[in-house]
């Protein structure tokens, strides 16, 4: 199957600071996505980019379709940044199903 | 507008026994996921249900089992559990089978077999 994996595993951040998060992926995808996961478990939806540039306030993100990567940029962290972070990516079976493969994380630390 | 409501929120269970943890979906969403996640690593899919079929299933032994009800709302069923059960379970709703930008994730249930 796909695989997909993230660099850096763990990243601590003073704030204020910028970062860049890296997610590779082994074959071709429909869609890719990248999540939060806050201490308490609940995964927020940041961007949903199969290819190109999206920007959302601090944060924007640029995927690279033909080249199998996407980089999530936090400009300007705050100790809220704090938790893992985890891309995804859509694989459409047959046309009548899909399902999301999520990579192996990054976990950041804003500390102050 | 609620969003994806998963119950209950947290489980202890003992080994062999077996559990059946419920998902509704978000209002106006017809597909539900369901994905396991370990300690330490990214959720795994388990399967996802459409039209109340079981569309597509991940590595899972078949002691993983489902539903989906005609309100679009899913129960997740685990027999025989393991040690290894022991997980943050994930529902995802979405709008046809498709994952897409319209896939809301419940807060999840935490089993913990003993």
């Known amino acids: 199957g796909i695989q997909v994996e993230q660099s850096p595993p763990d990243l601590i951040l003073q704030e204020g600071a910028n970062s860049t998060l890296r997610c590779n992926f082994s074959?071709?995808?429909?869609?890719l996505q990248w999540f939060h996961q806050n201490p308490w478990g609940q995964l927020i939806n940041l961007f949903y980019i199969p290819s190109g540039t999206k920007q959302n306030g601090r944060l924007s993100a640029t995927t690279v379709a033909t080249e199998r990567y996407s980089l999530l940029y936090i400009s300007s962290s705050q100790t809220t940044d704090s938790g893992v972070y985890f891309c995804?990516?859509?694989?459409?079976?047959?046309?009548?199903?899909?399902?999301?493969?999520f990579g192996t994380g990054t976990r950041l630390q804003v500390t102050l | 507008d609620a969003g994806v409501t998963q119950s209950p929120t947290h489980l202890i269970k003992t080994r062999g026994q077996q559990v059946t943890l419920r998902c509704s979906p978000k209002?106006?969403?017809?597909?539900v996921s369901w994905y396991q996640q370990a300690l330490g690593q990214g959720p795994q899919f388990i399967f996802q249900?459409?039209?109340?079929?079981?569309?597509q299933r991940g590595n899972f032994p078949d002691r993983f089992s489902g539903h989906q009800f005609p309100n679009y709302s899913s129960e997740l069923n685990v027999n025989a559990l393991l040690l290894g059960d022991s997980a943050l379970y994930l529902c995802?709703?979405?709008?046809?089978?498709?994952?897409?930008?319209?896939?809301?994730f419940g807060q999840g249930t935490r089993l913990t077999v003993v």
């Open positions: 995804a990516v859509e694989q459409i079976n047959t046309g009548t199903a899909s399902k999301l493969t």
């Open positions: 074959d071709s995808v429909n869609n």
């Open positions: 209002s106006g969403h017809d597909t």
């Open positions: 995802a709703s979405s709008l046809y089978f498709f994952v897409g930008p319209e896939a809301f």
């Open positions: 249900y459409y039209e109340e079929e079981e569309r």
